[in-house]
């Protein structure tokens, strides 16, 4: 014999009806709302039986029902009364010096409030990729070739990102890139844009959602992924997928194939750049 499912009414409704109701009711009108509860999901559904009981127990706050205050409510509330009185009375009377005490006050929490702001937005750098936490880059040391203070730099040979797989079973995937500024031409229209070479693996590692396209959009060569403002900016309303774009790489003008659109990268992402 399967024994009935009991379902319980929402937490905050209920904390809320004991809250307010005299306790010498408490015990009789919740299990009234208890029954009436587990009757309308049978009826209906579990969502409606919640949201007809929060409807309920709002109806039921009402004189008769609600709690009479303590006297040291009473009394909470005739000192705090009497302080904002005082409070008051001091501020007409010193109308300067009240004036510069909030003026600073204001001022201090919003200075709080826009450092709390800029320190939420540095530490998200970063964070939207899917990995990472995983994500791990790698840096050479070049003993006796110190640049601004360091010799320490984020630049590896070529052979790397294929070795590092072969060589180390913990590694996922690898991609290298290289920051470059190539001169578009698409009909009339040329412009130098800032874009990345990357391997085909980048997406892999780094996780800027498609609009149109895959992750496997760097597979084959000459191929060129764009932001969505850099198609617009160039296509306006045209479905660009397929269609070859005039890239001047190391002044040699290369036609490259159009194989996705990304959305445009977040300002919270140290790289920064409006093709691939």
């Given at each position: 014999?399967?024994?009935?499912?009991?379902?319980?009414?929402?937490?905050?409704?209920?904390?809320?009806?004991?809250?307010?109701?005299?306790?010498?009711?408490v015990?009789?009108?919740?299990?009234?709302?208890?029954?009436?509860?587990?009757?309308?999901v049978?009826?209906?559904?579990?969502s409606?039986?919640?949201?007809?009981?929060?409807?309920?127990v709002?109806?039921?706050?009402?004189?008769?029902?609600?709690?009479?205050?303590?006297?040291q409510?009473?009394?909470?509330?005739?000192?705090?009364?009497?302080?904002?009185?005082s409070?008051?009375?001091?501020?007409k009377?010193?109308?300067?010096?009240?004036?510069?005490?909030?003026?600073?006050?204001?001022?201090?929490?919003?200075?709080?409030?826009l450092?709390?702001?800029?320190?939420?937005?540095?530490?998200?750098?970063?964070?939207?990729?899917?990995?990472?936490?995983r994500?791990?880059?790698i840096?050479?040391?070049?003993?006796?070739?110190y640049?601004?203070?360091?010799?320490?730099?984020?630049?590896?040979?070529?052979?790397?990102?294929?070795a590092?797989?072969d060589?180390?079973?913990?590694?996922e995937?690898?991609?290298?890139?290289?920051?470059?500024?190539?001169?578009?031409?698409?009909?009339?229209?040329?412009?130098?844009?800032?874009?990345?070479?990357?391997?085909?693996?980048?997406?892999?590692?780094?996780?800027?959602?498609?609009?149109?396209?895959?992750?496997?959009?760097?597979?084959?060569?000459?191929?060129?992924?764009?932001?969505?403002?850099?198609?617009?900016?160039?296509?306006q309303?045209?479905?660009?997928?397929?269609?070859h774009?005039?890239?001047?790489?190391?002044?040699?003008?290369?036609?490259?194939q159009?194989?996705?659109?990304?959305?445009?990268?977040?300002?919270?992402?140290?790289l920064?750049?409006?093709?691939?």
């Amino acid at each position: 014999m399967n024994n009935p499912v009991i379902y319980r009414p929402p937490k905050h409704a209920l904390r809320f009806f004991q809250w307010f109701c005299r306790a010498d009711l408490v015990e009789q009108i919740e299990g009234d709302l208890f029954e009436r509860f587990q009757g309308e999901v049978e009826q209906t559904s579990l969502s409606a039986a919640r949201r007809s009981y929060c409807w309920q127990v709002l109806l039921l706050f009402r004189p008769g029902i609600i709690r009479s205050v303590h006297s040291q409510s009473l009394t909470n509330i005739a000192m705090w009364k009497h302080n904002f009185i005082s409070s008051w009375r001091n501020f007409k009377r010193n109308l300067a010096y009240g004036a510069i005490n909030i003026f600073g006050l204001a001022i201090g929490l919003s200075c709080v409030m826009l450092i709390a702001i800029f320190v939420k937005f540095e530490l998200s750098y970063d964070t939207f990729h899917e990995n990472y936490e995983r994500i791990y880059r790698i840096a050479k040391e070049d003993p006796g070739n110190y640049y601004l203070g360091t010799n320490q730099f984020a630049v590896t040979s070529a052979p790397l990102v294929k070795a590092l797989p072969d060589e180390f079973p913990e590694v996922e995937h690898a991609t290298q890139i290289r920051k470059e500024e190539c001169l578009f031409a698409v009909g009339d229209s040329k412009a130098y844009e800032d874009g990345i070479y990357a391997t085909q693996d980048f997406f892999k590692v780094f996780t800027f959602p498609f609009l149109q396209g895959s992750d496997e959009a760097l597979v084959e060569p000459n191929s060129i992924v764009l932001t969505e403002s850099l198609v617009r900016k160039y296509f306006q309303s045209e479905d660009p997928i397929g269609t070859h774009i005039t890239v001047d790489m190391d002044s040699k003008p290369t036609e490259l194939q159009i194989v996705g659109v990304i959305n445009d990268v977040p300002t919270n992402s140290h790289l920064q750049f409006d093709y691939l």
